[in-house]
């Protein structure tokens, strides 16, 4: 064998490894991509070793309400509508964590004129990553609506007017099923004014625990003045090349700058996704004002994202409709349209019809004087919790808040059968 025969033959066996090697490298990656493909398209969870513990060892939830104490109130707008408030448990034992996105729900005592008070339940979404000892929520003052005789929004002046550092607020546990999930895939994060607070502990707990986790922040609001918390967010975004921010202004200020004060002049729309977002599998988590979701998440079915990767949370939830839905069963539209279906409160002793169309058995109940306790008519804090003595009930979207076994929460259900309630 000549030498140049040796030569060939060995440069032959470095192209033969080579081409083995790029491919079992092709092999690994395209079954890697084929799993995360399958786990995007079924909803399968990730790993248990690509998940963080629910819960530091050791800390327990509580049931009921319990005080904590205003440790810090901190203006976080141009606008100074927004105030977050930072709530320290009064025992001083170390909070549970919670899931990025689950609210607090509070009990208010509140002025009812002539020196009494009023107990409301009001529910506002967390805006920080879990920490032990410490909870933060940031609450926009919401005025009275313009050209309207309607008041402003009682329990957040209420905050921003009365709620003084030092004081008392009654806290029951962070809850609620709109949470970011805890694997590696990439997700995009959309927040429309106030709807930016559970976008922030999402944000925020990505950046402590996943920092190489793919993200993507569009935030839409009116001006410059309106944006919560934009020093924290840059700086944010300036620390992770993988989180990338898109500010939205669909009203800029004379003084607001392209590129320095925000990414994008207009509304959060698909458009705006279709420019700016890679080819991926996205899983999409979203917060807003009902008009914004109202167009925002058909859209994105049309656009074709699995019913699986749409996260969304409104205000007012109860009018954001999935296309899948489940519609009510036969047997129960064929009853309620012949009159069949009969709702007892068995404490008042009134027998009420219902009819397609009354609404919820809260609704119901209030048109008929049948008092029942009430918060944010949305199954969110557990207010309306209602014992069922005979028959079932049907929820039309599920409830942030998990009723006990035997019972349902009013606001959000509607009866699947005539039905017997301890009200």
Known sequence: MTSLHLLLWIAFGIALQLAIFLAITFWRHRQDYAALKERASDGTPMPASQTPAARPSGVESWTGFRPFKVAQKVIEDGAQSVCSFYLEPED??????FLPGQFLTFRLDMPAGGGATEQIVRCYSLSDAPSRKAYRVSIKRVPAP????HPPGRSSNFFHDDIQVGGTLQVRAPSGHFHIDRSDTPVVLVGGGIGITPMMSMLNW??????????????????????????HLDKLAAAHPNVHLRLCFSNPLPEDRPGRDYQHEGRVDLSLF?????????????CGPAPMMETLVPALEDWGVPDSHLHFEAFGPASIKRRNAAAPTAVAAAEASAGGVVVTFAKSGKQVPWQSGAGTLLEL?????????????????????TTINAGEVAYRQAPDYDPEPGS????VCTPKTSVTLEA
């Open 92 to 97: 001083g034992k170390p909070l549970p964590a």
């Open 146 to 149: 313009t050209g309207t005789e």
């Open 206 to 231: 990505c950046a402590a625990e996943q920092p190489g986790r793919e993200v993507w922040l569009f935030y839409g609001v009116r001006n410059g003045r309106e944006v919560v918390m934009k020093p």
């Open 274 to 286: 279709r420019m700016e977002l890679p080819l991926k599998p996205y899983h999409f988590y979203i």
């Open 365 to 385: 109940a209030e048109a008929n004087g049948i008092p029942v306790n009430s918060g944010c008519r949305a199954g969110g804090c557990g207010s309306c919790q």
């Open 408 to 411: 349902c929460l009013l606001c």
